[in-house]
């Protein structure tokens, strides 16, 4: 088994399609179609199912992908530390990213890490806090900004940034505007605005009304700030913010509920053995 026979397994198995795969990998198909009957044939196993129509992976093929990512990884970490050792940070950062990022400067942050290590590969993907969790634990990404709520899974460790409570975000002269601090059971009846799950945000409010003992209307499920801001600001329902989301939106009412969902934004990374010298440049930097 050889490493590049890994990476065509996972660049097709990302891609399921041999010719875009050949292609992310500027290799011929045919070469391609070898190294994974190679790699096949050294395992013992097909990876793949083939067909005229599609290409999907078996059960052998699912089960490789995280550890082949890892694999990789670590070979990429060794790389880097070794040219780390000589004074040059190198290789690739995959960066993961919220939505809500109020809660910290993203684009200075990649500046100055790009201003002190010009020869790292700087990748950003941006998407729910669970799926950036995921990405860390599979190997996908090598850290991320994330909302938290609850445990995270093996092999992911979290660096807390900031913690606070989130605000219910209501149109100007809303009747909990004036009663303040509004009790958890009385937000219960409004129709929700929320955002969709996976959203660090949207697990925080679950959890929050799940050990409350009650229930929600989420009349409107949203994955974009400026939508849920607009359909608060017409009335058409309520819902809990990040607090830097509060101070970014001076357009709706931010009331203060008892008890309020949690708010942590984290960076969640690998163990720290497991970190490429890229990775530990960056969360030297954060601090």
């Not at 995280?66 to 070794?82: D, M, Q, S």
């Not at 809500?100 to 201003?115: C, G, I, K, V």
């Not at 849920?228 to 939106?249: C, I, R, S």
Request: charged share 20%; hydrophobic share 50%; aromatic share 6%.
């Amino acid at each position: 088994m050889e490493l590049r026979q890994l990476e065509h397994f996972v660049v097709l198995a990302d891609e399921l399609h041999f010719t875009r795969a050949a292609g992310r990998l500027h290799i011929v198909q045919s070469a391609l179609s070898a190294s994974i009957r190679a790699l096949e044939s050294d395992l013992g196993a097909p990876l793949f199912h083939r067909s005229t129509k599609q290409v999907r992976l078996t059960e052998a093929g699912r089960a490789l992908v995280p550890e082949a990512r890892r694999t990789l990884r670590a070979a990429a970490v060794a790389r880097e530390t070794v040219a780390a050792v000589r004074g040059v940070v190198t290789g690739r950062l995959v960066v993961g990213f919220m939505q809500a990022s109020h809660s910290y400067d993203l684009p200075d942050l990649l500046r100055r890490f790009h201003t002190a290590h010009p020869r790292v590969q700087l990748r950003l993907r941006q998407a729910p806090s669970t799926e950036l969790v995921e990405g860390v634990r599979t190997a996908q990404l090598d850290l991320a900004f994330v909302g938290l709520s609850g445990r995270v899974p093996a092999g992911v460790s979290v660096r807390t940034l900031s913690v606070g409570t989130m605000p219910l975000a209501c149109p100007l002269g809303h009747r909990f505007a004036v009663a303040a601090p509004v009790p958890l059971a009385d937000v219960a009846g409004e129709p929700f605005v929320d955002f969709v799950p996976g959203w660090g945000a949207r697990t925080s409010t679950d959890e929050l009304f799940r050990a409350a003992g009650l229930q929600r209307l989420t009349a409107f499920e949203v994955n974009d700030i400026p939508l849920f801001t607009d359909l608060v600001e017409q009335g058409l329902g309520v819902g809990f913010v990040p607090p830097g989301m509060a101070a970014a939106a001076a357009r709706l009412e931010y009331v203060a509920v008892d008890p309020a969902p949690t708010w942590r934004v984290a960076v969640a990374h690998p163990p720290r053995e497991q970190l490429s010298a890229a990775a530990r440049a960056m969360l030297d930097l954060i601090g």
